[in-house]
């Protein structure tokens, strides 16, 4: 029973490129969170999203920062015109139940910007 | 204030100690609370729920005191393979609906 899945587990990309990172969740989940952790720094919610629907995107940065999750296929985390403040780990987490609160979390998505 | 927050640590231990972290959390309406684990540059890993009658999973115990909004996580009988950074993480509802909220944990090394 594979966990949640990220790919690519290492993105380069120079300042002004796009980044596009990929979550699909466990199996049988619906609930798809998003999280970026900075360097030397704690994990800080962006976006919560259910098929074809975001829920909560109070954490997202209001420019540049876009996230969908459609009805087939993984969700995406899109960074346009990315900027060194970008470099982070990108955390996806899925879960069954939002009543559960009990989040599994990917691999992540190391993003550097060079 | 910050929302979650913990001693960063490190917390040098010797195999076999009893270690304890402390988290306080700003939001008094905060319903729900765990401990995670996360090892060096590797995904957050739910270690256990935190309830208000505390709770232990075999050398691990949390503790959560409502009025002093104060989570604890003890470790007994340390091993090597406790390193790792122990993150508080707290739920309330409103206008974050119930996502995660992450301390910036605190990092332990149990040494031989």
């Known amino acids: 029973n594979a966990g949640v899945m990220q790919n690519p587990r290492h993105l380069v990309r120079r300042r002004g490129q796009e980044a596009r990172l990929r979550c699909s969740p466990m199996k049988g989940h619906s609930h798809v969170y998003w999280y970026r952790q900075l360097p030397e720094e704690g994990l800080k919610f962006m976006v919560y999203l259910q098929k074809e629907n975001i829920i909560d995107e109070s954490g997202m940065p209001k420019e540049r920062f876009s996230a969908e999750f459609p009805k087939e296929g993984p969700s995406i985390l899109r960074i346009q015109q990315v900027v060194r403040g970008d470099s982070a780990a990108y955390f996806c987490a899925s879960s069954g139940d939002r009543a559960s609160y009990e989040q599994y979390f990917g691999p992540g998505t190391r993003l550097t910007v060079t | 204030r910050k929302e979650v927050e913990q001693d960063p640590g490190p917390f040098n231990v010797p195999e076999g100690a009893t270690v304890a972290f402390n988290c306080t959390y700003s939001n008094s309406a905060s319903q729900s609370f765990f401990w995670y684990r996360q090892d060096c540059r590797k995904e957050p890993k739910l270690l256990m729920s935190?309830?208000?009658s505390g709770n232990e999973d075999g050398r691990f115990t949390a503790q959560l005191n409502r009025a002093s909004q104060y989570i604890s996580l003890l470790i007994r009988d340390s091993k090597l393979s406790d390193s790792a950074t122990y993150l508080c993480v707290v739920i309330d509802y409103g206008g974050s609906q119930g996502n995660l909220i992450f301390g910036k944990g605190t990092k332990l090394s149990v040494k031989p």
């Open positions: 935190v309830y208000s």
